[in-house]
Nanobody
Framework: QAQLVESGGGLVQAGGSLRLSCAASSLTSSYAMGWFRQAPGKEREFVSSISRSASSTYYADSVKGRFTISRDNAKNTVYLQMNSLKPEDTAVYYC????????????????WGQGTQVTVSS
């Protein structure tokens, strides 16, 4: 069973960058990994995902070209590099693990971290 712990969130001005990290307890290479986010008063939404071998990555249209997902299976860690941040990126970001990477359905990700707050000021 995977346990996920996010870090790297914080307060940044619009146009700035943050790098989120997700440390997994074990067997990260057995799972596709990803990130979701939830803003106040909004539903949880898919941000990005990466296959077990890192050969495939997927992004929401709203972050494509600005965010980059990567993973280091030797370190059991997944990263989300976020550049050109906008106020609408403000949300709690959750690290997730599942079987398939090519899905944006939250129910397909079996393990979730506690989340890390990202706040982008205008």
């Amino acid at each position: 069973q995977a346990q996920l712990v996010e870090s790297g969130g914080g307060l940044v001005q619009a146009g700035g960058s943050l790098r989120l990290s997700c440390a997994a307890s074990s067997l990260t290479s057995s799972y596709a990994m990803g990130w979701f986010r939830q803003a106040p008063g909004k539903e949880r939404e898919f941000v990005s995902s990466i296959s077990r071998s890192a050969s495939s990555t997927y992004y929401a249209d709203s972050v494509k070209g600005r965010f980059t997902i990567s993973r280091d299976n030797a370190k059991n860690t997944v990263y989300l590099q976020m550049n050109s941040l906008k106020p609408e990126d403000t949300a709690v970001y959750y690290c997730v693990a599942g079987i398939l990477a090519d899905t944006r359905e939250p129910t397909q990700y079996y393990y979730w971290g506690q989340g890390t707050q990202v706040t982008v000021s205008s």
